[in-house]
C-alpha cells in the first residue's frame, strides 16, 4: 500500500502565498504521475495540477495557471505546490495524489488516481 501525505495548509490573506508539501512511500517516485486536487464541502473534487510523462510534461488548471507551480524534489519523495497571490475562491481542501501508471497525457479527472492523502485544509480569508 502507498502512503500518500499532505502538509503546509494553513490560513492566509487574499495575495498571500503558501507551499504546500506530499511526500509518498512509491519507490518509483522519481518517474510517477503525481497530481494536486482540491474539494470544497458539497462540491466534486477539482483537478489543480498534473504531471505526465513521468513528470516531464504539466498542466494546470485554468483558475490556478500563472498562480500555482508544482515542483518535486525526487532524492526526499515530495513533491510540492507553491501558491502564489491566493485567492478566496482558493479556499479548499487540497489533496495529493499519484497513479499505479504512468501517462502519455496529464490525467485530469479523480478517478484516475488511485492513492490519495488524507488532504490539507488551505483558507483564504479576502
Known amino acids: 500500500q502507498v502512503q500518500v501525505a499532505e502538509s503546509g495548509g494553513g490560513m492566509v490573506q487574499a495575495g498571500d502565498s503558501l507551499r504546500l508539501s506530499c511526500t509518498t512511500s512509491r519507490r518509483t517516485f522519481g518517474s510517477a504521475e503525481m497530481a494536486w486536487f482540491r474539494q470544497t464541502a458539497g462540491k466534486e473534487r477539482e483537478f489543480v495540477v498534473a504531471?505526465?510523462?513521468?513528470?516531464?510534461?504539466?498542466c494546470y488548471a485554468d483558475s490556478v495557471k500563472g498562480r500555482f507551480i508544482i515542483s518535486r524534489d525526487n532524492a526526499k519523495n515530495a513533491l510540492y505546490l507553491q501558491m502564489n497571490s491566493l485567492k478566496p475562491d482558493d479556499t479548499a481542501v487540497y489533496y495529493c495524489?499519484?497513479?499505479?501508471?504512468?501517462?502519455?497525457?496529464?490525467?485530469?479527472?479523480?478517478?484516475?488516481?488511485?492513492?490519495w492523502g488524507q488532504g490539507t485544509q488551505v483558507t483564504v480569508s479576502s
Open positions: 495524489a499519484t497513479r499505479v501508471s504512468r501517462s502519455v497525457v496529464c490525467k485530469t479527472m479523480s478517478d484516475e488516481y488511485i492513492y
Open positions: 504531471t505526465a510523462r513521468g513528470g516531464e510534461k504539466i
